[in-house]
């Protein structure tokens, strides 16, 4: 489905930025240490996609569309935005003042401190929480699909936020490294607790077009759920 191509693009970013950062070791210990940033040039297509792919994939997960929207390809162009502010980092310094593989070497610029972190953390969180609200609707909060979906997010940008600003010693190799438990957690709630599975979807939306009320009851009698003709009868909401 469209969910699972939005996630393969998401793994397939990831995976590249490993590959990629493999490459610039190879770079800084055969070749130019100084010669190092230009591999960041490359690696940074796929970071600043990242997001991208994170927010489409959990859209569609939360909405269930298929079809990608006039306003949705506006994350690219923004995501485009950033990569030519990197390219061209050599001209106007807004995004490295100084760069070094180690964050306590390097000197951000104001473009990479207000503008890029909050896109790419900004994106970020909003597609997490759109995949726990996912999540949840499918579910219920406490959940082991939910808990492997917080794990899968919390820890990749846990690493990122502490090394950027210095909580911990760190280079540029901690975040891609650190991904590896992104795709292991992602992976396992997808296959074990059936993730990205639409049967849950399919089964309310076709509830939902019945046109005879229903309603679920636990043993207390308390509703736990309705379809949308026992709402519009009895004019209540969920």
Not at 15 to 39: E, G, R, T, V
Not at 44 to 54: A, D, E, G, R, T
Not at 79 to 105: G, K, P
């Amino acid at each position: 489905n469209t969910s699972l191509k939005y996630f393969i693009c998401l793994v397939f970013c990831m995976i590249m930025w490993c590959i990629i950062l493999d490459i610039q070791i190879f770079i800084i210990d055969f070749i130019s240490p100084s010669k190092a940033i230009y591999s960041d040039y490359i690696v940074y297509i796929f970071v600043v996609l990242m997001p991208v792919f994170l927010f489409l994939f959990a859209y569609s997960e939360l909405t269930g569309k298929t079809r990608i929207e006039r306003w949705q390809l506006s994350l690219f162009i923004l995501a485009f935005f950033n990569l030519i502010m990197i390219w061209t980092n050599d001209f106007h310094h807004l995004f490295y003042v100084r760069y070094s593989t180690e964050f306590s070497n390097t000197v951000f610029g104001p473009f990479y401190t207000y503008a890029y972190c909050l896109y790419i953390y900004g994106l970020t969180a909003i597609g997490i929480i759109m995949i726990l609200i996912s999540s949840i609707k499918k579910s219920s909060i406490k959940s082991k699909q939910t808990f492997f979906i917080l794990l899968s997010a919390i820890v990749p940008i846990s690493v990122n936020v502490l090394a950027s600003t210095r909580v911990i010693p760190a280079n540029i190799y901690e975040t891609p490294v650190s991904f590896s438990v992104t795709v292991l957690t992602l992976g396992f709630a997808m296959f074990r607790y059936n993730f990205l599975n639409i049967s849950p979807v399919a089964a309310t939306r076709i509830v939902n077009q019945m046109s005879d009320a229903y309603i679920v009851l636990n043993v207390d009698y308390k509703i736990l759920d309705c379809n949308s003709s026992f709402e519009k009868f009895f004019n209540v909401n969920k």
